[in-house]
Every structure is written in structure tokens, then in C-alpha cells.
């Protein structure tokens, strides 16, 4: 109440209260009588509902979850049953025993398709590299007397060493051409598949892909004028043409250029014999 109100304002507004109350109280007394009636009668005196507030959640009904938003289900992991790095294949490590790497692998991807040696090397003249075939210097070749590989479909892993009882695990090749195996040459991408550590890359990829994943990259002209890769991010094995390199060929007058629909036809690392020279 404000008290600045005159005294004849202040008596007619308690009087007001008075009436007011009076009309209150007689209303309570009203309801409570009603409400013992009901009781005498056994009968339960409806109650209007309170308005229901927007944010109240029920008591009664039960919290139902809501459905999850529908994504994109990812590409299964076991549709790439071995990853290949730089130093590794699968869990072997380039320098791992030849033995065990391939019952690894095998354990992986089912029996291996071909396997070529154990087969020793020879020197040109007593030194040097050593050649598969002795006294070519165009043959194959590379720092170790005796050579060994295991291929599934055109994914090959190679070993080398002194001897054939001690040979470790010193590279790998996928390739859409197995230069190993005579009786499969257009390899294809084995099933299960072989891809790329980290970025997943693997055979049949197109240049956008395979360029994302390794920016330092770029293509050039390679031996009959194919599209070569360089800037690998490991030691590549040459095998003629090229370490990595990309389908089609290379357009003489802009040799920068990758092809349209250009896919990887084949990626490598480590150790492995490479054809000579002149």
C-alpha cells in the first residue's frame, strides 16, 4: 500500500480489503464443504488440470531416445586385410626372418599365388652388384646374393640375404603387372585387398587421390613414355619404368600433365632387384 495516500483513500481501501477477505474466507469454508461432503459419499470431486508448461516434461510416460541422425556407414576395415609402409608389411618389419613374415601374410590373405626361389645371384667380373642372370648386366640386380619372393595376385613381398636358410624381409610391390609371377602377369588388385599405411591409398586410386594423401608428388615421364611418380614418401624399387607410376601416357608436349582418368598402377618400397642398364 502507499502511504502517501490521503487518510480517507487509506480507510476505503482497508475497508475493501475487509470485504474482500470476507469473500475469500466464505468461499474456503464453501469448498471444504463441499470437499466432506464428497468423503461422505465416497465420491472423488474432480479437479481442473494445471496447464501444462511447454518445457515440463511428463512424470507418467516413459523417456523415449531419440533416434539417431542417419550417416554414411564407412567402408569395412577387413575390406583391407594388410597395410604396407616404408619399413613394414601387415606386422612385419622390413629385417623380420622370411619364414615368418610369409605365415603372417598367408594368415592374411590365404596361400600366396606363386612363389619364385630361393635364387642365388652372381657377380659380373667378381664384384659389384649381383645380377639374376650372371654376366648381364641388364638383368636384374641389387646388393644381395640370393633373392626370394612371395606374391598374392600383384601384391609381392621380396627378401634377400647371404644365404637361403637366413633371408629377411627387405621390401614389397603391388602392382597391376607382376613382374614375377610369369603365369599371371595382368595382376589386378589381389582380393583381399593391400593398401597404404595412414592414407589408405592403394591400386586403382586416381591422381587427385593419391596426390592429396601425398602432396610432395608429381608425375613425369618415365620409360615408354609412361607416367611416372616421384616424390615418394620412401625408397621406391625400379622395375624398368618406375618405382610408382600411374596409367597412361605422357603427353610429349606437356609432360607436367597427368592423364585424364589416370589411376596408380603401381607402388613400391624398399629393397628389391632392378633391372641394369646399357
Known sequence: MNTRTTTSTARATRIGSRLAGGAVLAAALGMLAACGSAEETGEVAARDPAPASPSASPTTDPVVAASPTATATPAPESAVAVVVSGTTVGDSRFGDPRAATVATLTDRLGEPDATVGPQRFEQVGGSGPWYQSGGDNLSPAWDHRVFATTCWDGFCVLFGGEDADDLELLGW??????????????????????ALADTGVTLGDSWETLHA??????????????????????PTIFDGVDGWRMSGHVDYEHPERTPDDSVVTRLSAGEGPEPGCC
Do not use: C, Q, S
Open 213 to 234: 594423401a601425398y602432396p610432395e608428388t608429381e608425375t613425369h615421364w618415365a620409360e615408354g613414355a609412361a607416367v611416372g611418380v616421384g616424390g615418394a614418401p620412401w
Open 173 to 194: 610391390e603391388l602392382a597391376t603387372y607382376n613382374r614375377w609371377h610369369e603365369t599371371r602377369k595382368d595382376a589386378g588388385v589381389p582380393e583381399p585387398g593391400v
